[in-house]
């Protein structure tokens, strides 16, 4: 069953602003991940935050985890008309194969 | 970095006909590869995890009769949709995880839109 909440379910802003994206989760977890869907295609990993850690950052791309909270946030800052996509956040628990995908926010960018 | 391709990307079939979606690692062994279907405007929906050399394990809910899942070698995995119904039709989607990898970080193929007429 999906575990994940994704907040808001779609998001509209002008390019260069920036988009924040929320995710929350029930169980406890290994990890948290964030991948990028493009209309019609697969999956793409963008990146991923390990159970002890706060905050990561990659590129344009920040991501916060607070496990008290079972939340994490992904910040796309300097947004671009090429992010314009779907954004799924993943948990998967220790030992377990799987992850677990949110319901995903659609984003769209506005040149 | 690694690449999984996934063929056909569109496949139209006939109700009562069987479609067989093939998922490859090009350039990493992958003992695990997973199946997803996805309705449009809809998150993921995890059908099955297919381990090389062993049977797949289901989702509650997949009927694996209905969809078969072979995972021959550590580099193929295929998915076939038996005897396919309008119901079925959706956009199926596989990823697999590098066995030399830490991290359970997926790469995805681009994804098999299938219609049944």
């Known amino acids: 069953s999906q575990q994940g909440e994704e907040d808001p379910q779609a998001l509209s802003i002008q390019e260069g602003e920036n988009a924040t994206m929320n995710c929350s989760y029930k169980?406890?977890?290994?990890?948290l991940q964030w991948y990028r869907q493009n209309s019609g295609r697969g999956l793409v990993h963008l990146i991923l935050?390990?159970?002890?850690?706060r905050e990561k950052h990659s590129g344009r791309l920040r991501v916060t985890l607070d496990t008290s909270k079972k939340s994490s946030s992904l910040l796309i800052t300097a947004s671009r008309a090429a992010d314009t996509a779907s954004y799924f956040c993943a948990t998967d628990r220790r030992g377990a194969q799987k992850l677990v995908f949110g319901q995903g926010t659609r984003l769209t960018i506005n040149p | 970095g690694a690449v999984v391709s996934q063929h056909p990307s569109r496949v139209i079939c006939k109700s009562g006909t069987s479609v067989k979606i093939e998922c490859r690692s090009l350039d990493f062994q992958a003992t695990t590869m997973f199946w997803y279907r996805q309705f449009p405007k809809q998150s993921l929906m995890l059908m099955a995890t297919s381990n090389e050399g062993s049977k797949a394990t289901y989702e509650q809910g997949v009927e694996k009769d209905k969809f078969l899942i072979n995972h021959a070698s550590l580099t193929l995995s295929t998915l076939t949709v038996t005897s396919a119904h309008p119901e079925d039709s959706s956009f199926y989607i596989c990823?697999?995880?590098?066995?030399?990898?830490?991290?359970?970080?997926?790469?995805f193929g681009a994804g098999s839109r299938l219609t049944v007429l």
């Open positions: 169980t406890s977890i290994n990890n």
């Open positions: 935050i390990r159970s002890n850690e």
């Open positions: 990823s697999a995880t590098d066995r030399n990898s830490g991290a359970n970080v997926l790469t």
